[in-house]
C-alpha cells in the first residue's frame, strides 16, 4: 500500500565549479519504464543490497511510499522485518536486481562493493541492461571509477550517490544524496528517489559525487576532533566546559557543531556513524588527495587510528572527542 503523499522536492541542484554556482532542474517527472497511469506515477522495481543503518531505512521509505523492493543482505536475518512489511528477501545480489529498474548498493567499503557488484552472483551479473545503477555507498575513488566504466561497457547508467544525513536522515526519508553521472538522467529517478531524500545534489560525471562525500566526510571528522580539543583548551584555561559546550553551538555553530556537542553530552544510541566507518573514509580522503600535503587530515586520521586501536570502533564516530580532550 502506497504510504502517505510526500510534498514534491521539485529541483535537483547542480554544483558547478569553484563557485559553487548551481542550477536546477525538475526533479517530479515519471519513471523510465513504469509510466503514468490517469496522471499518476507508477511504482518502480527497487533493489536495495546491504541492509546496515542507511540501506535498512532506504528500503523501509521505498516500501512507505508503495515501491515493489527487494533486499538482499550478507546476514539474512537482518531482513526479517523488512520481509514482514512486503519486501522480497533475495539469495544473493543477482537474484535481487534480476527484475529491478533502480538498484542501489549500500555496502560498507571497497571490498564488500567489489565483491556484490562482480561476483559470480553480483550485481552486473543479475541486472537487465535498462536497469539504472547506482552505488550509495562511501568508496574510494579509484574503485568507484572502475565501477563506473563496467557499468558503461554493458550499456547501463550509472551514479555514484553517497549519502548524507546520517541514521535520522535514512529513518525518516531525508537524506541528502551527492550524485556524480549523468544529470539529464536524473529526473526519471524522481519517483524513487523522492522516498528516500529531501534533496540531490548534482556534482558532475560519474565519481564526482564520491569526491565531495570524501571531503565532506574529513571535514566534519576535523571539526568532531577540533571541538573536542577546543573543550580541552576551555578546561585548562579555567573555564566552565559545559557552558563552553553550549556558547560554541552559537559561534561557530553549525550543525556539525550541535552533533559533537550533543554526542559528547550523551553517546548517541544507535550510533549515527562508527569510528571504524570514519577511518575508512579518512584513508579514502587520503589517497584521492595523493601528493597534497595534509597534515591535518593526517592527524585526525591518526586520532581515529587509535580509537580503532582501543577496541572502540564500533562506537559513535564522536568518540574522538574525549580521545582529543585526553580524557
Not at 42 to 57: D, H, P, Q, T
Not at 251 to 265: F, H, I, K
Request: with cysteine; proline share 6%; charged share 20%.
Amino acid at each position: 500500500m502506497r504510504g502517505p503523499a510526500r510534498a514534491p522536492l521539485g529541483r535537483v541542484s547542480h554544483v558547478r565549479g569553484p563557485g559553487a554556482q548551481t542550477s536546477s532542474v525538475p526533479r517530479r517527472c515519471r519513471t523510465a519504464s513504469a509510466g503514468r497511469r490517469n496522471g499518476r506515477v507508477e511504482v518502480a522495481s527497487v533493489a536495495v543490497v546491504g541492509l546496515g543503518i542507511m540501506g535498512r531505512g532506504m528500503a523501509e521509505n521505498l516500501l512507505k511510499n508503495g515501491h515493489e523492493v527487494v533486499v538482499w543482505n550478507r546476514t539474512p536475518e537482518r531482513a526479517a522485518d523488512l520481509e514482514a512489511a512486503g519486501a522480497v528477501v533475495a539469495g544473493s545480489p543477482a537474484a535481487a536486481v534480476a527484475r529491478a529498474e533502480v538498484v542501489f548498493e549500500v555496502t560498507a567499503d571497497d571490498t564488500s562493493s567489489r565483491e556484490v557488484w562482480l561476483g559470480t552472483d553480483g550485481i552486473l551479473a543479475g541486472a537487465p541492461a535498462p536497469a539504472v545503477l547506482i552505488t550509495s555507498a562511501t568508496l574510494s575513488v579509484g574503485w568507484v571509477e572502475e565501477l563506473a566504466a563496467a557499468c558503461a561497457d554493458r550499456g547501463s547508467v550509472f551514479f555514484d550517490m553517497p549519502l548524507t544525513g546520517g541514521a535520522a536522515g535514512a529513518r525518516t526519508g531525508n537524506l541528502v544524496l551527492l550524485a556524480g553521472g549523468d544529470q539529464e538522467a536524473l529526473p526519471p529517478l524522481a519517483p524513487v528517489l523522492d522516498a528516500v531524500s529531501k534533496e540531490v545534489k548534482h556534482f558532475g560525471p560519474a565519481g564526482a559525487g564520491t569526491r565531495f562525500k570524501l571531503v565532506l566526510n574529513a571535514l566534519q571528522a576535523i571539526h568532531l576532533a577540533g571541538f573536542g580539543e577546543a573543550l580541552r583548551l576551555a578546561e585548562a584555561a579555567g573555564l566552565d566546559t559545559g557552558q563552553v559546550g553550549a556558547a560554541l553551538l552559537d559561534r561557530p555553530g553549525g550543525v556539525v557543531t550541535e552533533l559533537a556537542w550533543s554526542s559528547y553530552l550523551t553517546p548517541p544510541e544507535p550510533v549515527n556513524f562508527s569510528a571504524e566507518w570514519a577511518h575508512k573514509d579518512l584513508e579514502y580522503a587520503a589517497r584521492m588527495a595523493g601528493g597534497l600535503p595534509h597534515p591535518v587530515l593526517d592527524g585526525v586520521l591518526s586520532l581515529f587510528g587509535t580509537a580503532l586501536a582501543e577496541g572502540r570502533g564500533k562506537e559513535d564516530w564522536s568518540t574522538v572527542n574525549p580521545t582529543a580532550a585526553g580524557s
